[in-house]
């Protein structure tokens, strides 16, 4: 396919502002890298957090996006993992250095000098992106576009946290019922656990759909589970749910935080803690757990409730997140000019 000099892009020039549409160079892929000409990018709370300057370390300017769903177009010279057309997904981590202690020890998602795509490298609130081969992912033909978008973070993310809460959780709590949470439940339920869905109080909309994927019981997050719980995620960037969640688990339970931004914790009595519960938080994601979710979620399989917006209506996208109206996950379609 004949590739242009130009593409349409959302650009966030300035934190704290909305982003802005724009002509810009398709950029050129290096060695390791391939050109995806982009089919869809979700659009995460991430996304949010960048944009509101609760991460304060983007490039400027930036484009944003980090579940992005595309067909390789263009490869460096070194790139040996895909072929032209192969359909690719694009996660939050885009680069390791592979040689500090982390890297060597199997945690290249704590990495001294990572790179992150739509944060420190350019993302997918565009017509075109460039990533590493090596941290992209084969996407199945299971998915559609718009359906395998939140799969790349929301669900990457959901699994690296699900795996994190223990090997004991028939009873699993989920605070924070959206992107993440829709996806995990689903996993979860397929491999015979109960699901206990918390939402913000009062939304009987997201209870609703919480049930209507299998949960054992949803209600608000102000509200007791009516069983123990043997643990507990957490995808609200609410610190107070680490606590509320802590005060419904079983002993030897773990809370864990599936976030990469989150308001104070507030201090807590050690009663709460004792019994050898634990807290742990998650940070990014391995290729391990990328490789290992992207082949199990064709076997559950899941169905992720999408809402689908034009590349233009990005901003739109994200002040709905923001607000709470997403049921599930928002998806921006790229389509050709």
Request: hydrophobic residues 35%.
């Amino acid at each position: 396919m004949e590739i242009p000099q130009k593409m349409r892009a959302m650009l966030m020039e300035k934190q704290g502002q909305p982003l802005e549409l724009k002509r810009v160079d398709v950029p050129q892929p290096g060695p390791e890298q391939v050109l995806v000409k982009v089919h869809t990018c979700g659009v995460c709370r991430t996304d949010l957090h960048i944009m509101d300057s609760d991460l304060t370390e983007p490039k400027l300017p930036l484009i944003l996006g980090h579940e992005i769903v595309g067909s390789v177009v263009k490869k460096g010279q070194n790139v040996e993992k895909f072929e032209l057309g192969d359909r690719i997904g694009v996660p939050w981590l885009g680069y390791t250095d592979g040689t500090c202690k982390y890297c060597q020890r199997g945690q290249e998602n704590l990495c001294n000098h990572p790179k992150f795509t739509g944060y420190t490298i350019d993302g997918g609130y565009a017509e075109y992106t460039v990533a590493d081969q090596r941290y992209c992912f084969p996407v199945s033909d299971t998915f559609g576009d718009v359906e395998a978008a939140p799969l790349l973070c929301a669900g990457l993310i959901g699994y690296r946290t699900y795996r994190l809460a223990g090997e004991y959780k028939d009873r699993l709590g989920i605070y924070g019922f959206g992107a993440a949470a829709h996806i995990i439940a689903q996993v979860a339920i397929h491999q015979g656990h109960k699901i206990y869905a918390f939402t913000r109080p009062g939304d009987t909309k997201s209870q609703e759909f919480a049930r209507s994927l299998g949960a054992t019981w949803a209600g608000g997050s102000d509200t007791p589970p009516p069983d123990e719980l043997d643990a507990a995620m957490i995808f609200a960037p609410v610190g107070s749910l680490m606590v509320e969640a802590l005060k419904a688990t079983a002993k030897g339970a773990t809370v864990v935080s599936g976030g990469i931004h989150m308001s104070d914790i507030p201090s807590f009595p050690y009663r709460l803690l004792w019994e050898e519960r634990q807290f742990r938080s998650v940070a990014n994601l391995t290729r391990q757990d990328g490789e290992q979710f992207m082949q199990l979620a064709p076997q559950v399989p899941v169905k992720t409730q999408t809402q689908p917006f034009p590349l233009e209506q990005a901003n739109e996208a994200l002040d709905q997140l923001r607000d709470g109206e997403i049921e599930g996950a928002a998806v921006l379609v790229i389509s050709e000019e």
